[in-house]
């Protein structure tokens, strides 16, 4: 049986779709086998490729103000598991960054997702974590945000937290009256604490 260490590994040398990032392979992942909570994420941006640390921009900045996590909280690996749908940065394109790398899922996903066994909780950002973790919902990420409540306390799907859904949020304002206030009673029920 492969162990938790020789498989995050095995992630961090991998170059499977070398060719086809700009800047490289830099596998951006966080897990310990307790974590709680899984962050299924849409894949490292630039600061984070090279930073090397998940969620270090403005995006992680408001998902922990959407979890009412602190940072040090965030990083905890033994609580919170970090594995977006395409751990390197896959470059950009004309009107952001490009998906995902399709190789990345197939490749690790079931093998890492099966070390996860006191999961408790599952945030789902974006279409391609969506695809993957809710395939059974809507298919857009409204349609699936908007029904947060189907798949409730397990398994939550939230809009990308990038500041480039600024205009989605203003959109749809019962997402940080309702469902924000929500997530944080259960991310601190799951946590064990009080709020
Ligand atoms: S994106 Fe995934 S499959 Fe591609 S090199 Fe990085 S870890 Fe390997």
Redesign the pocket.
């Known amino acids: 049986m492969t162990t938790l260490v020789a498989l995050l590994s095995e ?1 961090r040398a ?5 060719e086809h ?1 700009p800047l490289g ?1 830099r ?1 951006v992942v966080q897990m310990h086998r307790s974590a709680r909570i899984l962050i299924a994420g849409q894949a490292p941006g630039r600061k984070v490729h090279e930073t090397g640390v998940p969620f270090s921009d403005a995006s992680g900045d408001r998902l922990r103000t959407w979890l009412g996590l602190s940072r040090e909280e965030f990083y905890d690996a033994e609580q919170v598991a970090i594995l977006p749908m ?3 940065f896959p470059g950009t394109g004309r009107s952001g960054d490009l998906p995902p ?1 399709s ?2 899922a197939p ?2 996903r079931a093998a890492l997702m099966s070390q996860l066994k006191n999961l408790r909780l599952t945030l789902v950002i974006g279409q391609y974590a969506q695809a993957y973790h809710l395939p059974n919902e809507a298919a857009s990420v409204t349609g699936a945000v908007q029904a947060w409540q189907k798949n409730w306390p397990h398994t939550v799907p939230l809009p990308h937290p990038s500041p480039r859904n600024n205009l989605w949020l203003k959109r749809n304002p019962w997402f940080e009256t309702e469902l924000v206030p929500a997530l944080r009673r259960r991310v601190a029920e799951v946590l064990g604490r009080d709020g």
């Open positions: 992630v991998c170059v499977l779709c070398a990032l392979p596998p395409g751990f390197c790398r190789e990345c490749a690790w």
